[in-house]
Structures are given as structure tokens and as C-alpha cells.
């Protein structure tokens, strides 16, 4: 069966009371300490465990170099079924055909007689998610540096068909330098002929763009990544999601008719207020594509900081 995350991100309309987390009763048993690709005769040593998503457990590895990278690991009793393989090997695919500064590097993947092994960059540092824990809201110049980034990878992205589709703060992750890695293609799609859209509902609730919602004849496209990343600007800088509330129903209500505010109390720029308000556009045709959100004043007459000191981990840079 589905995990509860992945029921979560294949429903438009959740289960109704939030699904408890996997028991360990469910756990799988823990790869093998040492990880071996046949074929290649490479090994990996399994180093520390990193995190566990909807499907896949994350470990950091070491191969024989001493090069440290993350292993991805699902275990092949989770697929079983015929749909559960196909979307493993979409990501696969979609994911090996990437290689961007900005997007997490795929190297290599493998199995064995229990698991399938996806070998990715490592990133360090977490993710953006957990920055905005410890700093609770972002500065403008970080805000625009990660943006810069993100609409890179993303422009990248969408050049090579790819629509990442679940793009929010805990898949943006940082390097050891501050830099975003864009992760997670488990809900990506690859626009295979001009024109194509995409029917199915995925996303994460609080990042999910109103036409996947509301416009399930017509289908989304890439512009549904352009409003994620609206999303994401607006998270960055006020400290929670524009259409937050406990109720996933109410913030596709919101979502649908673009119900959202600027708290009084945490003071942003109007360039920075035009700029979330443009992106956050409904109709999709009319939202402004990526180069012209890097050509907009918020970024383009603002400051953009060559590189984040690391001390933004826990305390706001200061930018002069
Ligand atoms: P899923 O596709 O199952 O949701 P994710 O790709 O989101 O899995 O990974 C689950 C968790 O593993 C992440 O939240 C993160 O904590 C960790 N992780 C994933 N990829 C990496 C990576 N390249 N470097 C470091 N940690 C990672």
C-alpha cells in the first residue's frame, strides 16, 4: 500500500484525518552496512542515516575514494505494484538526465536482491525548510540570491521538458557554500511532445498551483513551477505559506480564489509585494515567465549578494 506521504501528494483532496507516520512494525530492515553495485564492483559505505520520504530512506555513503554522497534506497517490496515502478523509473530517468549547479547531481543507481540504490550529490547543509526553523523569515538579499538560483535550476529544468511539480522549501536543500541544490523528482514530469499537458493532481497542498486543482480538463504545464516558486518567495520572506491553515479543503479554497494577506507586523518591500503578487497569478497564461521574474524590479534593482556567509544558518546576514 501507499505510503501515508504519498497519499498525501497523490490526492487532491487528503484523507480526512491526518495518516499516522509509518510504525515500526513497517520499517524495512536497515541496506546492508556495506552496499555493493555488483556489475561495477563498487562499494559504498553506509556512513549515517539522513532522512526518510514518502518512499525512499536517504543514507550518506562513502565510497571507496572516502567521496561522500547521500543513497537513496527503496526497497523493491515497495514495488510491487506496477504503477509503484513506473513512477520509480520516471524519477530515474528524469532525474540521471539533469546536471545543473543548482539541481542535486544523480550518479549512479544500481540494486540488489532487496533494494533499489540511487546515488545523489550530498548536501549538507539541509534544506531551506529547515533554515527558515531556526531563522524563522529570511532577508530580501537572501530571499533574491535563492530565487536567482532556484529560477536557474528551474529555467534549466523546463529547457530540458522537465517539470519539477513539487518544488517548495524542504526539497530546495544547501550545499556546503550556501548554494541550492534542487531535489526530489518523484513528482516530476517530462513533456514529451510540444503542447502536452499534464491531468495529474500532485503536490504538495500549501505549493499546489490553482489549475492543477481547478482546471482538471484542461491539464498544467510548466507554468505550475512558476507559481510554487510565488509560493516559496512569499515563505521566505513573511515566514509561513500564503495559503496556510490547518484545513487542506480551506487552502484549496483559498488557492482557488487567491485569498492571501501581508501581515502588518513583518514590514517587506513593494517591490517584494508586486513581485509575489504577479507570481501568484491564477490563469496561468498570464503569470509572468522566469526571466521576467528575474527581470523585475524586486530583483533587478535590488541587492543580490554574491554568496550567504554560513553564519545564516542561525542569525541574518547583513548586507550593505
Ligand atoms: P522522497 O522522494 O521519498 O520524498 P526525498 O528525496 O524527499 O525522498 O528524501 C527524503 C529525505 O532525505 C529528505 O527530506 C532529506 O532529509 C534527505 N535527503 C534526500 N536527498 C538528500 C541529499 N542529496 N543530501 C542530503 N540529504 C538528502
Request: proline share 8%.
Amino acid at each position: 500500500a501507499p505510503s501515508p506521504k504519498q497519499q498525501e501528494k497523490a490526492k487532491a483532496t487528503p484523507p480526512d484525518p491526518p495518516l499516522p507516520r509509518q510504525n515500526s512494525k513497517t520499517t524495512p530492515p536497515s541496506p546492508p552496512k556495506v552496499i555493493t553495485d555488483k556489475n561495477r564492483v563498487v562499494e559504498y559505505h553506509r556512513v549515517g542515516f539522513l532522512g526518510e520520504g514518502g518512499f525512499a530512506r536517504v543514507y550518506e555513503v562513502r565510497d571507496i575514494r572516502g567521496t561522500r554522497l547521500a543513497c537513496k534506497v527503496v526497497t523493491k517490496t515497495s514495488l510491487k505494484t506496477k504503477k509503484a515502478k513506473t513512477k520509480l523509473y520516471a524519477e530515474i530517468k528524469i532525474h540521471r538526465s539533469l546536471a545543473h549547479p543548482n539541481i542535486v547531481r544523480f550518479h549512479d543507481c544500481f540494486e540488489d536482491d532487496d533494494n533499489v540504490y540511487m546515488t545523489l550529490e550530498l548536501c549538507h547543509s539541509g534544506s531551506l525548510m529547515d533554515m527558515l526553523r531556526r531563522r524563522r523569515r529570511f532577508t530580501e538579499p537572501e530571499a533574491r540570491f535563492f530565487l536567482v538560483q532556484i529560477i536557474g535550476a528551474c529555467h534549466y529544468m523546463h529547457s530540458h521538458q522537465v517539470i519539477h511539480r513539487d518544488l517548495k522549501l524542504g526539497n530546495l536543500f544547501l550545499d556546503a557554500n550556501m548554494n541550492i541544490k534542487v531535489g526530489d523528482f518523484g513528482l516530476a514530469a517530462l513533456i514529451e511532445n510540444p503542447g502536452e499537458r499534464k491531468k495529474t493532481i500532485c503536490g504538495t497542498p500549501n505549493y499546489i498551483a490553482p489549475e492543477v486543482l481547478f482546471d482538471t480538463a484542461n491539464g498544467h504545464s510548466f507554468e505550475v513551477d512558476t507559481w510554487s516558486i510565488g509560493v516559496i518567495l512569499y515563505t521566505l520572506l513573511i515566514g509561513r505559506p500564503p495559503f496556510q491553515t490547518k484545513d487542506v479543503k480551506e487552502i484549496y479554497t483559498r488557492i482557488r480564489d487567491n485569498i492571501y494577506e501581508f501581515p502588518a507586523d513583518r514590514r517587506i518591500s513593494a517591490d517584494a509585494r508586486e513581485s509575489i503578487q504577479s507570481i501568484l497569478t491564477p490563469d496561468p497564461q498570464k503569470r509572468p515567465t522566469l526571466l521576467e521574474i528575474i527581470a523585475s524590479s524586486f530583483i533587478d534593482l535590488g541587492v543580490v549578494p554574491p554568496f550567504i556567509p554560513l553564519s545564516a544558518h542561525d542569525a541574518p546576514p547583513d548586507f550593505r
